[in-house]
């Protein structure tokens, strides 16, 4: 830069001993400028992205058959919950009624089984136990009267020894007699009523399974949306995990880009977005809804979702977009024209500022946001200084310059009231020139 800035200044000088100047006669260089303006800018993420519906269902069926018939087409609004399509289902629909008599049968059984009270074991032990009850307690009556009989000396001691013994035995007899009857009612009602129990349990299991495969016949949306896809026609075999129609929700769509990570670190769920779709004169608005947080493993780039409305439907699934996402808004920001800056071989960036003397003087700046031709900046220069935008590029530091009248007024030769004493006295020396 400063080789350029010296050839620049020595060509001056030696045009000006060509044209008979006298050789200490200070060139001066005609300019274009502009004043630093204090404003609001935004920082803007863009990329490119692809739009996608808001919800998609591929349907798939679950059973092999033939399309009996379609009672949609290609295009057709839908709604949740609606019959799209029949499969071929007889044979499905006869084992779901032959199961389903198989279960009814089971149902009547156990209601029966449970209703009908114990079984004919049961009861007979029931009865073997009340009989038992009631010869003990004969036995004990027998006892007490010849207790009695023995005691006032009628009776002799063998026939109380021997009524003792028979009431001993209708005891033993009577408790044998309740032990069987305990069991029985709890072991086995228990099993009647869970073997009952299981074979309704059984019939109801394959019942609700030939309903089921009678219901995957018939193909129903999952989703509100529109029809986009049927590829087959009736009568054709449709395959068991193979997508019979496609259904997309558009009412919204969402367009996903995937951004850079030092970009995507900007962006935040909620942020303001507009979608440039080909095609449209406008660009239609929505709003950041995903910032992936983790990086994609091939790209080592951040996924970003934007949704937009799409009432007309005319934004379309798959179409390549324009995606700008605003990142960050600030006020009162001191921007200058991007054809000001002057960028050095080490980064460092500078403008060539119009000083009050009428010369440009170089000074150095720091850069903020780019919006458009507009670049903040955050540190070097004050809103009214004037910085040079055409003919700075090799612009020698301390050069006097004149600005162009169209710059000012572009309808007067004159220059304008508004000029410092440094730019009127530039002007009047190039007119003398």
């Given at each position: ?7 620049i ?32 800018i ?12 808001l ?10 058959a ?11 609004k ?15 629909a ?34 073997d ?22 005691q006032?000396g ?17 005891r033993?007899?009577?408790?044998l ?11 086995g ?13 059984s019939a ?17 949306s ?15 075999m ?18 996903r ?41 091939n790209s080592t ?8 409305a799409?009432?007309?439907r005319s934004?379309?699934p ?29 980064g ?10 009428g ?31 055409s ?16 710059a ?12 410092s ?13």
């Amino acid at each position: 830069m400063p080789l350029v800035r010296s050839a620049i200044a020595s060509a001056f000088l030696f045009l000006a001993a060509c044209s008979g100047n006298a050789p200490d006669k200070e060139p001066v260089v005609t300019v274009q400028a502009a004043p630093v303006q204090k404003t609001t800018i935004q920082r803007t993420v863009t990329a490119e992205a692809i739009l996608f519906p808001l919800q998609q269902a591929a349907i798939t069926p679950k059973i092999s058959a033939p399309v009996r018939t379609f009672q949609v087409k290609r295009g057709a609004k839908v709604h949740k919950g609606q019959l799209l399509a029949v499969l071929e289902n007889r044979d499905l629909a006869a084992a779901a009624q032959e199961n389903k008599g198989t279960y009814e049968q089971a149902e009547a059984a156990y209601t029966s089984t449970t209703a009908a009270g114990l079984p004919e074991e049961i009861q007979r032990a029931k009865l073997d136990t009340q009989a038992a009850k009631q010869a003990l307690d004969a036995a004990e009556k027998v006892y007490k009267s010849r207790e009695v009989l023995f005691q006032q000396g009628a009776l002799p001691r063998r026939q109380l020894d021997e009524a003792g013994v028979s009431l001993t035995q209708a005891r033993n007899a009577y408790d044998l007699a309740q032990r069987h009857l305990d069991s029985l009612m709890a072991v086995g009602k228990q099993q009647t009523l869970k073997s009952a129990h299981g074979q309704l349990e059984s019939a109801q299991g394959k019942y609700q399974g030939a309903e089921a495969q009678l219901s995957y016949s018939e193909i129903r949306s999952p989703i509100d949306g529109v029809v986009t896809d049927r590829p087959l026609y009736p009568g054709e075999m449709s395959a068991a995990g193979v997508p019979l129609i496609t259904v997309m929700d558009i009412s919204q769509i969402i367009a996903r880009a995937h951004i850079p990570q030092p970009e995507a670190a900007l962006l935040k769920v909620g942020d303001k977005a507009s979608i440039t779709v080909p095609g449209l004169d406008e660009p239609v608005t929505g709003k950041v809804t995903v910032v992936s947080p983790a990086l994609d493993p091939n790209s080592t780039t951040v996924e970003v979702w934007a949704q937009a409305a799409n009432p007309q439907r005319s934004l379309k699934p798959g179409t390549s977009v324009k995606l700008s996402m605003l990142a960050q808004t600030i006020p009162d920001a001191l921007v200058v024209p991007a054809s000001s800056l002057l960028t050095a071989t080490d980064g460092s960036t500078s403008v060539m500022l119009v000083g009050p003397d009428g010369r440009a003087h170089q000074k150095a700046v720091q850069v903020g946001i780019r919006q458009g031709d507009q670049v903040q900046i955050a540190q070097g220069l004050q809103a009214g200084d004037r910085v040079v935008t055409s003919g700075n590029y090799g612009l020698p530091d301390n050069t006097k310059v004149n600005i162009e009248a169209a710059a000012e007024n572009p309808t007067s030769d004159k220059p304008s009231a508004n000029k410092s004493d440094g730019e009127k006295s530039a002007d009047q020396s190039g007119s003398e020139k």
